[in-house]
Every structure is written in structure tokens, then in C-alpha cells.
């Protein structure tokens, strides 16, 4: 352990006097952990019951803990008083150079007068120059313009001068080219504007005329088809009606067929039963002659006509037929 101390002595290139101090102040406590760590190292607990162990290691614990604060301490005494020499070479050094530093800048300065008063010169022109050259547009980054000549920085100048006074001709120029086509393409775009303005209006005429064409074409495209539908329905209304009084006629047909064969059987019926009544009544007394008479004509039935007029005039007599029977039951009742 006494090696590894010299070691970092040699190593932090100490002087030997402040080395063997600091040797003196931790050698005991490197003194005191020898042998330590082969004993620390050899104590192992693998039972719980192996107290004597625990409290062998709990001893050796508190003994190491106790050198390590002590170390510590000597460490924390040490350095601040290395802080305290430190702090103490600082300010005498910081005495010294503060008495020094003045003077060598005075003396420097005195030295350097010439040259300082050259430097002042040089950067005087570089300023003014510069100031020139950036009116007529030119930094110079390659070209140190406190140090050229004066015919130098006229030549550089002027020549400067002369491609700035070409440059904003040639703007005004390109500018006055500029203002005179945007007129120009002012123009056009508002010729253009007014001729689509036009082209529009136009346009929209023409829609208009066209909208206005197709509504007539479509106007009379309906009313030919809605007089077509009404074509259709006139003549579908005239099949049916066609079709309605063929069918009625045949109706018609059928029933006069019939009452005509009605009446031939109801005539025929009625002859006999006349002739069966006069039969009767020939043998029967007047008031049965009479009611039986009166029967048969309130047996009779109305006339079926063809017309409105007709059929009122079959009503007529119909009704004067059942008024004579009623007439001749009334007579037959005097009897």
C-alpha cells in the first residue's frame, strides 16, 4: 500500500517535502486497513444461525467505517488548507502582476506609437473607403483598402464607379422596358378583357336565343303530343262508343227479340185465355162477365217503346187500361 501512496505522489509531481507530508497524514490510516480485506473477504454467512459470523462481520463493518470517516476527515482538513495556500500564492501573484500589467502596457504603448499611429491611419482610410465603394455598390473582401495607394484605390475605385454608373443605366433601362411592356400588357390584357367581355355578352345572347328556341321547340313538341293524346283518346273514345252502341244495338236487338217473342207467347196466352174467358163467359151470368172482364185487363202489362216519347204514351193508355177495370168492377158491383 506504501508503493501505491508513492505512486500517485511521483505521478502528481509533487515536491518531495509536500509529498512526504501527505505521505505522513494517510500511511496510518493505510497502516490500519492492512490485512482487512483478506479477513472482510472471508467471513461468509450461508445460515441464519450462524450469529457469531453475523456479529464478527457487523465488528469488522463498524471498524472499516470508522478509518473510512477518519480518512475523510484528514481529506476535508487537507485540502482546505492547500485551498487556504492556494488563495494565499493567487493574491500575492495577483499583488505583483497587478503592479506589473499597467506598466508593460504603458511601456508598450510607447514601444508601439509609431505603429499604432500607422494602424490608426490605415483604418481611417479603410473606413472612408469603404464608405466610398459602398456608394457605387463594391466590397472588396480580397483587397485591404487601408493599405493600397492612394493611385490604387482611385484605379479600383473609379473603375467601381464607372460599373455602377453602367449597372443603374442599364436598370433605368430594363426598368423603362419593363414599365413600357407591363403598359403594353396592360393594354392587351384589357383589350383582351373587353373583346371576352363582348365574346360573353354574345354569348350569352345567343344562349338566351337558344334557351328561348328550344322552350318554343319543347312548347310545341307538348302540344303536338297533347294533341296527339287527344287524337287518341277521340278515337279510342269513339271505338268505345262504337263499340259501346254496336254492343247496346245488339242489347237492344236481343230485347226487343225477346219482348217481341215475350209478347207472342203472352199473346198467344192471352188469346186463349180469352178465348177460354169468353167460353166461360158465355155461360156465366152479366156481373161475372163483367168482373171477369175487368180481371183480364187489369192483367195487362205496358208497352215496352223504343222512344221516350213512346214510352210516356204506353204509360198513358196503361194507366186508362187499370182505370177500365177498375170502372167495370165498380158497374159489375151495381148488379
Not at 202 to 210: G, P, Q, Y
Amino acid at each position: 500500500m506504501e508503493n501505491q501512496l508513492v505512486t500517485i505522489i511521483q505521478t502528481n509531481e509533487l515536491e518531495p517535502s509536500k509529498g512526504q507530508a501527505l505521505l505522513a497524514n494517510f500511511k496510518a490510516f493505510f497502516d490500519q486497513t492492512e490485512g482487512f480485506e483478506k479477513r472482510a473477504l472471508a467471513i461468509k454467512v450461508t445460515d441464519e444461525s450462524q450469529v457469531d459470523v453475523i456479529k464478527q462481520a457487523k465488528e469488522m463493518r463498524k471498524q472499516l467505517q470508522q478509518i473510512r470517516i477518519e480518512t475523510e476527515k484528514a481529506r476535508v482538513r487537507l485540502k482546505e488548507q492547500s485551498l487556504r495556500e492556494g488563495k494565499a500564492i493567487d493574491g500575492m501573484a495577483n499583488v505583483i502582476k497587478a503592479i506589473i500589467t499597467p506598466l508593460e502596457e504603458h511601456l508598450e504603448a510607447q514601444e508601439k506609437f509609431a505603429e499604432n499611429q500607422r494602424l490608426e491611419r490605415e483604418e481611417a482610410l479603410r473606413q472612408e473607403r469603404g464608405k466610398l465603394m459602398e456608394e457605387v455598390g463594391a466590397l472588396f473582401s480580397s483587397v485591404d483598402l487601408g493599405k493600397i495607394s492612394e493611385e490604387d484605390f482611385q484605379s479600383i475605385y473609379q473603375a467601381a464607379k464607372t460599373r455602377k454608373e453602367q449597372a443603374d443605366a442599364e436598370a433605368q433601362r430594363l426598368e423603362q422596358e419593363r414599365i413600357e411592356k407591363e403598359k403594353a400588357e396592360a393594354a392587351e390584357q384589357e383589350r383582351i378583357r373587353k373583346e371576352n367581355e363582348a365574346l360573353k355578352k354574345e354569348a350569352i345572347k345567343k344562349e338566351a336565343e337558344r334557351q328561348k328556341e328550344l322552350a318554343k321547340a319543347e312548347k310545341e313538341r307538348l302540344e303536338r303530343e297533347k294533341e296527339a293524346e287527344k287524337t287518341r283518346k277521340e278515337f279510342e273514345a269513339k271505338l268505345a262508343a262504337e263499340e259501346a252502341q254496336k254492343k247496346a244495338v245488339a242489347n237492344e236487338k236481343a230485347k226487343i227479340q225477346k219482348e217481341l217473342e215475350d209478347r207472342k207467347r203472352a199473346e198467344e196466352k192471352r188469346i186463349a185465355d180469352e178465348k177460354a174467358a169468353e167460353k166461360k163467359a158465355l155461360a156465366a151470368p152479366d156481373k161475372e162477365k163483367l168482373l171477369a172482364f175487368s180481371e183480364t185487363l187489369s192483367k195487362a202489362k205496358p208497352m215496352q217503346m223504343g222512344t221516350p216519347e213512346g214510352e210516356a204514351i204506353a204509360r198513358e193508355i196503361y194507366a186508362k187500361v187499370i182505370s177500365l177495370s177498375l170502372f167495370i168492377k165498380e158497374q159489375a158491383a151495381k148488379l
